[in-house]
Antibody, heavy 121, light 111 residues
């Protein structure tokens, strides 16, 4: 079955760019919406955005100016870049697969285990 | 402050039925379907209910969802100790550019 695995630096300095990659195994990245979600320590979930396999993207309005999500189909990976980070960006970052069709939203059915990113000097 | 409003906590004893509410607005729950996620301690969230009341394969029928107007509910019957977890509702929001919004989460304790 499809599995997702996040990877990237666990520590990022303030004002720098956070970069994470999600590797998709057991299935193709073609089709589906590939999504990033984060969870600050002790807090709830926040949707960051998605990329469709065609390359189209959609971002959370609150993060839109700082977020870029991209796709590398040759490596079956998609990536997140979040610029100008502050301590408020410290969180567990999850990648997930979302099933959106003409019949509606079938939910984020596959999740990575999550990776902790701390913003600190 | 989350866009969708959930009670921060809920509790029940084994065998009981508990419900968790999720309140939104016309731009999210009122015009889109609701999904529910279960997050066991120290793990990634898991899809529990999609499209208001559909269960993914493998989710016990003790879990059920419903929606009415701008509110939704998750019901858990025959409560078990392994149901102790955080539960999140989510929906698309059509304000600004469409995006997903989550509830703040409800921590369920099985007493």
């Amino acid at each position: 079955q499809v599995q997702l695995q996040e990877s990237g630096p666990g520590l990022v300095k303030p004002s720098e760019t956070l970069s994470l990659t999600c590797t998709v195994s057991g299935g193709s990245i073609s089709s589906y919406y590939w999504t990033w979600i984060r969870q600050p320590p002790g807090k709830g979930l926040e949707w960051i955005g998605y990329i469709f396999y065609s390359g189209s993207t959609n971002y959370n309005p609150s993060l839109k100016s700082r977020v870029t999500i991209s796709l590398d189909m040759s490596k079956n990976q998609f990536s997140l870049k979040l610029s100008s980070v502050t301590a408020a960006d410290t969180a567990v970052y999850y990648c997930a697969r979302d099933i959106l069709t003409g019949q509606g939203d079938y939910g984020m059915d596959v999740w990575g285990q999550g990776t902790t990113v701390t913003v600190s000097s | 402050q989350s866009v969708l409003t959930q009670p921060p906590s809920a509790s029940g004893t084994p065998g009981q039925r508990v419900t968790i509410s999720c309140s939104g607005s016309s731009s999210n729950i009122g015009s889109n379907t609701v999904n529910w996620y279960q997050q066991l301690p120290g793990t990634a969230p898991k899809l529990l209910i999609y499209k208001n009341n559909q269960r993914p394969s493998g989710v016990p029928d003790r879990f059920s969802g419903s929606k009415s107007g701008t509110s939704a509910s998750l019901a858990i019957s025959g409560l078990q100790s392994e149901d102790e977890a955080d539960y999140y509702c989510a929906a698309w929001d059509d304000s600004l550019n469409a995006h997903v919004v989550f509830g703040g989460g409800t921590k369920l304790a099985v007493l």
